[in-house]
């Protein structure tokens, strides 16, 4: 059975999608198609993404735990059940505060 036919159309826990992994970031796509994905990491702490921009606005809720993301050098401190909007060909970057995972939504347009 693949990942698409084990995701489709059935409840999920979502957090329960990637487990944490020591020194490093897991990712999991869910949705992969030409107009969006949506990807789920899981960060060890002090994990980080450095400052890079996308093409495309993007949506990120915080599954679990803590993380600090930078937006056009402004720092937003993130929890669980929080969510920001990452605007287009804005600089952004990340750092783990805590373990912690992310829903990151991406639509193209």
């Not at 796509?29 to 495309?56: M, Q, R, W, Y």
């Not at 679990?64 to 969510?83: M, N, R, T």
Request: without cysteine.
């Amino acid at each position: 059975m693949t990942d698409k036919e084990n995701l489709v159309s059935k409840v999920l826990d979502l957090a329960g999608l990637v487990d944490y992994q020591s020194g490093t970031v897991v990712s999991r796509t869910i949705v992969n198609k030409k107009t969006g994905t949506v990807t789920l990491f899981a960060f060890d702490a002090g994990e980080a993404l450095s400052e890079h921009a996308a093409p495309f606005d993007a949506l990120v809720e915080i599954v679990d735990g803590e993380v600090e993301i930078k937006i056009s050098g402004q720092p937003y401190k993130l929890k669980k059940g929080e969510l920001i909007i990452m605007p287009a060909n804005e600089p952004h970057g990340l750092k783990a505060l805590t373990k912690f995972k992310m829903l990151l939504t991406m639509i193209k347009s």
